[in-house]
């Protein structure tokens, strides 16, 4: 169409404008990957940038849009964090975290969802991202997963935490000496 790439860039002007005003909600390209066996998890956000407020300057918009669309193969960016009781099925606030729980607040053998969100370029995909769970400095378990390119990308993985006390939910880029660490959540386990 004649006015498509006006169209295009415009729409991409405006998206930009809200991810810094209202930080990576409902935007038209996004993507989600529920997993097959887990539903979404809740709130809980640490070592992850806050939340950026106002309008972006000219230098921010062209570093969001340069990174997006040129950005392949230069990873991906893991902009929330969140512990949930559910995730929402359908509707405006479709795989939206629902009932977010206090990352102090987590009781031993109950199910929450470790929601989270990314922000990939256009085109890409990262099949190498792995979520621990780990407690007193030793691994408990591990999950894989991938993002492809969207602006907002969304995922869960569920958490049944065995005992109670400290844990840290790390999220890890590649392997060994070249693992990047993404994000990660400290939460806080307590008997019942």
């Known amino acids: 169409m004649k006015g498509e790439p006006v169209m295009k860039m415009k729409r991409c002007l405006a998206l930009t404008a809200c991810v810094f005003l209202l930080p990576f909600a ?3 390209q996004e993507k989600v990957a529920p997993p097959a066996e887990e539903k979404a998890a809740s709130p809980a956000r640490e070592k992850v940038a ?3 407020t106002g309008k972006p300057t000219p230098d921010e918009a062209k570093r ?3 990174f997006y669309y040129q950005g392949r193969g230069k990873g991906t960016v ?3 964090i969140k512990v949930c009781k559910d995730i ?3 509707g405006d606030n479709k795989n939206e975290c629902v009932d977010e729980v206090s990352p102090s ?3 031993k053998e109950k199910s929450y969802y470790f929601w989270m969100s990314y922000l990939t370029p256009e085109n890409d995909e990262i099949n190498d991202i792995v979520v621990q769970f780990n407690q007193g400095g030793e691994t408990k378990s591990a999950k894989e997963l991938s993002v492809s390119g969207s602006i907002r990308y969304r995922t869960w993985k569920m958490f049944t935490p065995r005992s109670a006390g400290d844990w840290e939910i790390k999220v ?3 392997k060994g000496d070249e693992a990047e660490t993404l994000g990660s959540l400290n939460v806080k386990v307590k008997e019942e």
Do not use: K, M, S, W
Request: hydrophobic residues 50%; charged residues 25%; glycine residues 4%.
């Open 26 to 28: 409902a935007l038209a």
């Open 64 to 66: 969001f849009l340069d």
């Open 88 to 90: 929402e099925p359908e």
């Open 105 to 107: 607040n987590l009781v």
């Open 50 to 52: 806050p939340p950026a």
């Open 172 to 174: 890890v880029r590649g």
């Open 78 to 80: 893991l902009v929330e």
